[in-house]
């Protein structure tokens, strides 16, 4: 018994206050990312959205415009909802600055959920940390950024690492840029929307047996919310899906996105596996004493059972 309990506290990852690994509640957040589409209203109905569904987090994606963006791609123009504009104008638009942000972290404290954010560059991590995060994700697209997980690493906060489009001597060498002590990795499958037949969910296992001592979770961005229940039920202790007000709004992320309806049957959902999975030890509950009654035919086992001897027949 001692090896699985060292096991499972060395799994042990907070996000802010919150221990997030085996043993602990499934840490469910919503994963807003840009799909407000730089509209502060909307993002804050979708902080709204996760709060009532139950969520433990939302999250954000960071990014300096002029760093993400190739320079090659930024005088291209695309058809937007707001016209026809340069690519680097439209990833202006979509993005928040401090002063929305700060309204953000306002409200996320008014209604008592945490967010956080992945920043794609140097520079959004700086501007993350003054609003003292309890996180900082990588999304997939980053792993292979050391310099970025070195910024990241020296903040001292848990980072969560998605994994999609990734190798596994990719994500190796990732988590030993970031250090095993501090990271929470993420199966994820990069598709939007993923295809059931690539989700892979095994993956849990295999990091679990390759990372003894990281928790392990999933972001998931396929339609539906099965295979994210199936997940949990596989282990993962941390769970990431994308969250719209409406699927059929402009935006790449939107299809692979949750309506609120659906993201509050997930985690109620998500609370029933976790809370059925149990402890993995064989017991009989006092709840099937009565049936044992009425059903077996040696009552010895019915005093066994029961933490009882056997009358003397």
Same mark, same amino acid.
């Given at each position: 018994m001692a090896p699985t309990v060292l096991a499972t506290r060395s799994r042990t990852r907070h996000l802010g206050d919150r221990p997030v690994g085996p043993g602990h509640p499934v840490y469910v957040t919503?994963?807003?990312?840009?799909?407000?589409?730089?509209?502060?209203?909307?993002?804050?109905?979708?902080?709204?959205?996760?709060v009532d569904a139950g969520c433990d987090?939302?999250?954000?994606?960071k990014r300096t415009p002029e760093i993400c963006t190739p320079r090659d791609q930024w005088d291209v123009e695309r058809d937007t909802p707001w016209g026809r504009m340069r690519y680097i104008d439209y990833r202006h638009r979509v993005e928040f600055g401090e002063d929305e942000y700060r309204r953000i972290d306002e409200?996320?404290?008014?209604?008592?959920?945490?967010w956080f954010a992945s920043p794609w560059d140097t520079e959004a991590v700086a501007f993350l940390e003054k609003f003292d995060p309890p996180a900082h994700k990588v999304a997939s697209a980053s792993l292979t950024d050391d310099e970025l997980l070195r910024t990241l690493r020296a903040t001292g906060?848990?980072?969560?690492?998605?994994?999609?489009?990734?190798?596994?001597?990719?994500?190796?060498?990732? /988590?030993?840029v970031l250090?095993?002590?501090?990271?929470l990795l993420c199966h994820a499958t990069s598709t939007y929307p993923a295809r059931a037949a690539e989700l892979n969910?095994? /993956?849990i296992h295999t990091l679990q047996d390759e990372y003894p001592n990281v928790p392990i979770g999933y972001s998931g961005h396929e339609t539906g919310l099965q295979t994210?229940?199936?997940?949990?039920?596989?282990?993962?202790?941390? /769970?990431?899906?994308?969250?719209?007000?409406?699927?059929?709004?402009w935006g790449s992320d939107q299809?692979?996105?949750?309506?609120?309806g659906g993201l509050a049957r997930l985690v109620r959902d998500v609370r029933v596996v976790e809370e059925a999975l149990g402890d993995g030890v064989k017991r009989v509950y006092d709840s099937e004493l009565a049936p044992m009654r009425k059903l077996r035919r040696v009552p010895g086992v019915i005093a066994q059972a029961a933490g009882r001897r056997p009358a003397a027949v």
């Open positions: 919503g994963e807003i990312g840009i799909n407000h589409n730089g509209d502060l209203d909307k993002a804050l109905a979708l902080v709204d959205a996760a987090a939302v999250k954000f994606q409200h996320c404290r008014e209604r008592g959920i945490a906060r848990t980072v969560v690492l998605s994994t999609g489009m990734s190798t596994p001597a990719q994500i190796r060498h990732a /988590v030993e250090g095993s002590g501090n990271v969910l095994r /993956v994210t229940l199936a997940a949990v039920a596989l282990g993962a202790c941390f /769970v990431e899906r994308h969250i719209t007000l409406d699927r059929a709004m299809a692979a996105s949750v309506e609120p």
